[in-house]
């Protein structure tokens, strides 16, 4: 078993053995692989425009689809609670309704061969979908429904656009109950819809010296020296201290780095100079470029790669992150438990794009 420890996102996986590989064609990445992205948030705004609609739930302003966007996309980085704000309003929406569930799954594998991704590791809370209410009534087995319905939308998009995807559980103590023991329950019976690991979501109050980083390098610290971790969500605040920060180079510890959502959260101030990412490439650290939350920062993978290019990454630096993948140095263990055929197909996908 691997442990895998976020900054914002703490989470751990099984076994495996398929390697994720990236290519590149032009100046973008074709064959990418997604490691770090939320399914509610990256649910379309026209299907939640839509939801609340026929629901007749409040829509924010004059209740048309601009205003909706307008509502959800965050343009400043304020906070880490400031940008997720707008959960608040849109979990309605879905929250309990299956049938949405599986749509955004479905949806959400149509967006991401649109930004040629090969493979990606989604993550969601079960507990959050299915909501507080139908969670009472239904307890475990509504979770387990949920998870179900998640991977049908999936494997619907697989099989229609192409794209590989297994599944990462978020969990939280504090949630408004702990839902880390069913969360852990249903990792162990759901691996045949697709589960991979559990993301236990621990995030900070976005006060004080430490706020810009996701709970800053303390949060870092505790993620590699006591929960051993191979792969870290965001965190950029590991440049901040050169002892940790040295030990993840050494250790080859893998940071899930995701460009919009690092300005959008506040996690990172839009000027600075050099932006932890890019110092990452610099050290070469052993990183990926993800999309977090597509829904409230409004850009999808393909611009967080744009993003990368406007800091100076180069086709060549992208390669370097691809060969990662392919080299092992990454411990992304992906879990494509399937079969042999899976892994030709996606491996050809790949590769046959990478000259
Ligand atoms: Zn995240």
Redesign the pocket.
């Known amino acids: 078993m691997v442990l895998f420890v976020?900054a914002?996102?703490l989470w751990f996986l099984t076994t495996s053995t398929m390697r994720n590989i990236l290519s590149t064609k032009s100046n973008l990445l074709s064959g990418k692989v997604e490691l770090?992205?939320?399914l509610d948030?990256a649910a379309r705004h026209s299907t939640l425009y839509e939801l609340a609609k026929r629901k007749n739930l409040p829509l924010p302003g004059d209740g048309t689809l601009e205003d909706l966007e307008k509502a959800i996309v965050r343009t400043e980085g304020i906070s880490l609670y400031h940008f997720l704000s707008p959960y608040k309003f849109y979990n309605d929406y879905y929250k309990g309704d299956l049938d949405a569930i599986e749509r955004f799954a479905y949806e959400f594998i149509e967006d991401c061969s649109k930004n040629n991704v090969a493979y990606v590791e989604v993550?969601y809370m079960p507990h959050k979908l299915l909501g507080t209410e139908l969670y009472q009534m239904l307890g475990y087995e509504g979770l387990k429904e949920t998870v179900r319905r998640v991977y049908q939308g999936l494997k619907r998009g697989e099989d229609e656009f192409q794209v590989k995807s297994k599944s990462i559980l978020s969990c939280a103590t504090k949630w408004p109950v702990d839902t880390v023991p069913d969360t852990l329950r249903l990792a162990q019976n759901c691996t045949h819809y697709g589960v991979v690991g559990i993301d236990l979501l621990s995030i900070q109050p976005e006060t004080g010296p430490h706020g810009r980083f996701f709970g800053g390098v303390q949060y870092d610290r505790q993620a590699v020296e006591i929960y051993h971790t191979d792969r870290v969500?965001?965190g950029y605040s590991v440049v901040e201290d050169s002892n940790i920060y040295n030990s993840c180079l050494q250790k080859r510890i893998h940071f899930e780095c995701?460009p919009w959502?690092s300005y959008l959260t506040g996690a990172v101030p839009f000027h600075t100079r050099t932006h932890p990412i890019a110092q990452f490439a610099k050290d070469n650290a052993n990183f990926s470029l993800n999309s977090?939350?597509p829904t409230l920062t409004g850009r999808y993978l393909n611009e967080d790669y744009q993003l990368a290019q406007s800091w100076g990454f180069s086709r060549e630096q992208f390669k370097i992150i691809m060969w990662r993948y392919t080299s092992g140095d990454i411990e992304v263990e992906t879990y494509l438990s399937t079969t042999e055929t899976d892994c030709k197909v996606i491996l050809n996908k790949i590769w046959s794009n990478m000259n």
Do not use: E, L
Request: hydrophobic fraction near 5%; charged fraction near 35%; glycine fraction near 22%.
């Open positions: 976020g914002k996102d770090h992205v939320h948030g993550r969500g965001h995701c959502s977090d939350d």
